[in-house]
């Protein structure tokens, strides 16, 4: 069969997190013809969709939603009620880059990755030779400061779920995040809180319970005590962090007013392409 030529495909994938917000706002007028996904787990915060409808309607298209047909549900079942975690990340690959990879088909694509200039990790680089990975915010020299910026101007604004101390995108359970959060989704929408709960239980083939935060059940993590520990503890650590701050040489000081911020507990192993 001979083979037709296709024009290179530009796609863009938003997570629902700050970076690939502002990197579609910064994209729209340079890459006309650019391609805008989401990959839906199902199981996304109330806030993540309402910022995706923001970001579409800014940017005045369609952005297309993968996972359609297979959400989270479908492959936890596949799995055998085996929840995942930082060492059996199947949601990664079976919700975002399998569902990625399937919509660019052989196609020759350019991926447009959020990646920052203050940043010193790596986005996700597909092994498949026709995706070109681009990072227009490090050939920029942008930081975290000129994201925010971005958004700001845009009246976009930062994610909605930001405002109550969520610091990343992603799934409401996503297995990354830290304590504090989980104690902030049982604040603030508790019906998910206790969704997050029934997927912990005893996996047959092992009898072992797999939970979602670090070997915690989650009833555990929830009692009034444990509640109180953990908001002392984040307090401490808060304040610990504003003395490092006001005692950094002035080399450190000047990355951090130029938008250099450390990861925050955790984050340098989370799944980039689910909160870029």
């Known amino acids: 069969m001979e083979k037709t030529n296709r024009p290179t495909r530009h796609i863009l994938s938003l997570s629902g997190g700050k970076d690939s917000a502002a990197l579609a706002l910064y994209m729209r007028d340079r890459v006309p ?36 047909d297979l959400g989270f549900d479908h492959w936890y079942e596949v799995y055998g009620g085996m929840i995942p975690s930082n060492h059996r990340r199947w949601c990664t690959k079976l919700l975002k880059l399998k569902p990625f990879e399937e919509f660019v088909g052989e196609d020759s694509v350019v991926n447009y990755v959020g990646l920052r200039a203050d940043e010193d990790r790596e986005g996700y680089i597909s092994h498949k030779p026709n995706i070109t990975a681009v990072y227009p915010f490090r050939e920029d020299g ?6 925010e910026q971005i958004l700001k101007d845009s009246g976009v604004g930062m994610p909605p779920y930001t405002k109550w101390g969520r610091t990343r995108s992603g799934c409401y359970f996503c297995f990354y995040q830290q304590k504090i959060e989980w104690v902030r989704l049982k604040e603030t929408h508790p019906d998910l809180f206790e969704e997050a709960k029934k997927y912990e239980r005893v996996y047959e083939k092992s009898g072992n319970l797999f939970t979602w935060s670090n070997g915690e059940p989650l009833e555990e993590l929830e009692k009034p005590q444990r509640v109180i520990a953990i908001k002392t503890e984040h307090e401490l650590r808060r304040k610990r962090d504003v003395a490092r701050r006001e005692n950094l040489p002035l080399s450190e000081v000047f990355k951090e007013i130029h938008g250099y911020k450390e990861p925050p507990e955790d984050e340098e192993q989370a799944c980039l392409i689910c909160t870029l």
Not at 42 to 66: A, C, H, Q, S
Not at 142 to 147: A, K, N, P, S, T
């Open 33 to 68: 013809d650019m391609e805008y996904i989401f990959s839906d787990t199902r199981k996304e915060l109330p806030e993540t969709y309402e910022y995706l409808d923001r970001i579409g309607d800014y940017l005045g298209k369609k952005i297309n939603r993968l996972n359609a």
């Open 142 to 147: 942008l930081v975290l400061r000129d994201i």
